[in-house]
């Protein structure tokens, strides 16, 4: 009995490892109808062929990683403005903002502090703001505070919501040899949730829509 079990647990693990590359995968696959021919022929050399590669190397285009790394990393901040044409590069990596408000709610059980954050940053001071009534995210409250208190939505852990973005980390882990974080931001125009720091983290913003 045991050394069935045993057996099931592999046979679920194995089933599980097939599911994350096929995620893994289709993620790459997208990468490629969308890469430029510029790209490709970047990626011609065997030994960079790798997803993780390309991964990485779709995220910083047109920069190439050579660049990248012996210019920018750890040294300079870097801007890289995408195009009027391709306003949506990142955009399947997550929903946007009418989504978030509505249907990622109501989707979800979330729970404030835990899966979402409200903040917003005023006259010098930053407030952080958690219902009394419960700890549970409603439609109601997180439109109000978005669309009436110009409050900012801070998602933790977005990965657990949108495959796309779960692969991408993952296969930059990878490529970097570490482990990874994310947050979704959704500020509403003319407000900030957090006061002007910086972090003790190499970070990458990417812009999914506005």
């Known amino acids: ?33 969308e890469a430029t021919e510029e790209q490709k022929q970047f990626w011609n ?25 012996s210019t920018y990393w750890e040294k300079l901040p ?5 195009s009027q044409k391709r306003p ?20 979800n059980n979330l729970l404030y502090g835990r899966n979402i954050d409200v903040t917003l940053y005023s006259n010098q001071t930053r407030q952080t703001f958690t219902p009394n009534s419960s700890q549970t995210v409603t439609t109601e409250q997180l439109n109000n505070f978005f669309y009436n208190q110009t409050c900012s939505i ?23 040899g570490y482990g ?6 959704l500020t509403p125009p003319s407000s900030q949730g957090f006061s002007p720091h910086y972090d003790d983290i190499e970070a990458f913003v990417l812009q999914i829509e506005g």
């Open 78 to 82: 870097l801007h890289i403005p995408r």
């Open 1 to 33: 009995e045991q050394k069935q079990e045993e057996e099931q647990e592999i046979e679920e693990k194995e089933e599980e490892e097939g599911k994350n590359e096929k995620i893994e995968e289709d993620f790459v696959i997208k990468i490629n109808k």
């Open 45 to 69: 050399p065997k030994d960079k062929l790798t997803p993780q590669f390309k991964v990485f190397d779709w995220l910083i285009s047109p920069i190439t990683p050579d660049v990248f790394f």
């Open 154 to 176: 801070r998602i933790l852990n977005p990965q657990t919501y949108s495959q796309s973005l779960w692969s991408c980390m993952d296969l930059l882990q990878q490529f970097f």
């Open 180 to 185: 990874m974080g994310a947050n979704v931001y």
């Open 88 to 107: 949506d590069y990142f955009s399947h990596l997550f929903i946007g903002r009418d989504q978030i408000l509505s249907n990622f709610i109501t989707s």
